[in-house]
């Protein structure tokens, strides 16, 4: 039996400090082309000019300057690092005196890049159920257990292009649904402000968030119901101002299956 891995998932703050910090430059079509650039180099070292002409192939046109700058940027968040001595161009015949930086991926940026790979293709998660029926002979009673296995197919989360870095909207919905189902798993329902309060997410993020997914899935993963209002808030509307709307958020049975799935 393979052991059960205990490692826990990020929680908020970690999760800004991925999206807002390490993966920030990544968002930009220059930095994603450069870090693949290094990250697919047979040579251990690259420099501005061996990285150059690979652009113009891609339709990258970037001045020497540019190119150094969003260097910088990947550096900063740990993704590249610089060679702590100079050097000359390794792909690239070269015959001038003049050395370049020489760059490389680290470690975190190699890993970063196998990390998002879990994000390639669309294959859905399989989860195996057994249900038990029990049947009682009436002439000798004694209970029949009987196994049925059957396999469910769990909907699947926004398809992501296989290294399409441009996606990263579809990270954030993903880490969206993980962080409203990791606060509703176990649980009957919240109430939307409670939730929101656990998550992190604004009320009005989370009312949006899962209405635009119950519209573009029939597969709906949380069910939405308003709660009335209180007497403070029907007397508010009667004096013109606006009562905040409260709702009761649960999963539906699909969410219920990918939850569990999730906190085996």
Avoid: C
Avoid at 14 to 26: A, C, Y
Avoid at 29 to 39: D, G
Avoid at 129 to 139: A, H, Q
Avoid at 219 to 243: F, V
């Amino acid at each position: 039996m393979t052991p059960k891995d205990k490692s826990k998932p990020p929680n908020r703050e970690e999760l800004e400090e991925i999206f807002e910090k390490t993966l920030r430059p990544l968002q930009s079509r220059n930095a994603r082309h450069i870090f693949l650039i290094l990250r697919d180099s047979e040579t251990e070292y690259l420099t501005t000019y061996d990285m150059q002409p690979i652009l113009v192939e891609q339709g990258n046109t970037l001045t020497k300057v540019e190119l150094n700058n969003w260097l910088s940027l990947l550096q900063e968040v740990g993704l590249v690092r610089k060679a702590s001595e100079r050097g000359k161009p390794a792909t690239l015949p070269y015959d001038k005196r003049y050395t370049f930086d020489l760059w490389k991926l680290t470690k975190k940026g190699r890993e970063t890049s196998f990390q998002l790979d879990v994000f390639r293709g669309n294959t859905p998660i399989q989860v195996r159920e057994k249900v038990v029926e029990k049947t009682i002979e009436r002439i000798v009673e004694v209970p029949i257990e009987k196994i049925i296995e059957k396999t469910v197919e769990v909907p699947k989360f926004p398809e992501l292009e296989e290294m399409s870095f441009e996606d990263l909207d579809k990270i954030r919905s993903l880490s969206k649904h993980l962080l409203l189902m990791k606060s509703l798993y176990g649980k009957e329902s919240m109430d939307l402000w409670s939730l929101s309060e656990q998550t992190g997410l604004t009320p009005e993020n989370i009312v949006e968030f899962i209405g635009n997914q119950a519209k573009s899935t029939s597969n709906t993963l949380y069910l939405l119901a308003e709660i009335p209002m209180d007497l403070r808030g029907k007397i508010m509307q009667r004096i013109g101002l606006s009562p905040r709307k409260n709702y009761t958020i649960s999963l539906t049975s699909e969410g219920k299956q990918i939850s569990s799935s999730l906190s085996s």
